[in-house]
């Protein structure tokens, strides 16, 4: 986790913004309390949290606040018992709050070739090597024929989120892209904690603030989650709709980096991917 002091005020800043935003998503009669009086904030107040998960009051404004303060695993699950928050969220919670919840992650410069092969070789299926910023990696040619032609984009462009919310490259549109692009700003937001005050991070989520009001729109939701594998739906302008699901591998052997692949949903897509692929 990093130590750095400018690092430690920049998560606690951001563990105070998702407190705040997951508070006020929960009405107060969900959890017992009369919905009436004058509220003036939406959702539950701070007092309530912290009755509710059984800390002080002063303790959990200090928290919300972003001050620096000792927080221990028991209270930080009664906080996120109380806030209703899912696994991910929980998870982000935790990471927000520097406490490690699983080993530290591996670092790695380059893929080895194999990586390359393994791709090829699960044509005409398109997919792709990302890591948690979404940076692309890697890619077959059948991804190059389906989704966008990646080899024709500048390397430093090659970022799966600068392409969704800037640049006008795809050449594929996703049928579903509101909820797509939420999923994705959402499980940017989770891999975010991990790498708080880094430069890379930062630029990269200030170009998208800067440059695309829709990502700046969603940032401001606080949503995490984890990468999707739901059904996807892409308007391809030669053959028409795919359906397409995602298969998830994690290279943990490289560190941070996923496998993506896009399986063929029903047999029409199965018959299109071969016609764009195979000709």
């Not at 600068?162 to 692009?181: A, H, I, K, N, Q």
């Amino acid at each position: 986790m990093p130590t750095g002091g400018s690092d430690k005020g920049e998560r606690r800043r951001e563990l105070a913004a998702f407190l705040r935003s997951r508070r006020e998503r929960i009405q107060p009669d969900e959890v017992g309390y009369a919905p009436g009086g004058r509220r003036r904030t939406p959702g539950l107040r701070r007092e309530e949290v912290a009755q509710l998960a059984g800390v002080g009051v002063t303790w959990y404004t200090w928290l919300e606040q972003g001050r620096d303060i000792n927080v221990s695993a028991q209270v930080l699950d009664a906080i996120a018992r109380t806030l209703r928050l899912d696994r991910l969220e929980r998870n982000h919670l935790y990471t927000l709050a520097g406490m490690t919840l699983g080993p530290a992650k591996l670092d790695c410069t380059a893929l080895p070739g194999s990586i390359q092969r393994m791709l090829d070789q699960v044509s005409p299926y398109p997919a792709m090597v990302l890591n948690t910023r979404y940076d692309v990696l890697a890619f077959n040619d059948a991804y190059c024929k389906v989704v966008i032609d990646m080899a024709t984009v500048p390397v430093e462009e090659r970022n799966i989120l600068w392409l969704t919310f800037v640049s006008p490259e795809w050449r594929c549109s996703f049928v579903d892209g509101d909820s797509t692009r939420l999923h994705m700003v959402a499980a940017y937001r989770a891999a975010l904690a991990d790498h708080l005050g880094e430069p890379e991070w930062q630029n990269l989520t200030e170009r998208l603030l800067l440059n695309s009001p829709l990502f700046a729109e969603l940032w401001e939701r606080y949503d995490v989650a984890a990468p999707s594998t739901k059904v996807k739906l892409l308007d391809n302008e030669r053959v028409g709709l795919l359906r397409i699901e995602p298969a998830n591998f994690w290279l943990s052997q490289l560190g941070q980096f996923r496998a993506t692949v896009y399986t063929a949903a029903d047999e029409d897509t199965e018959e299109k991917l071969r016609l764009l692929v195979n000709g």
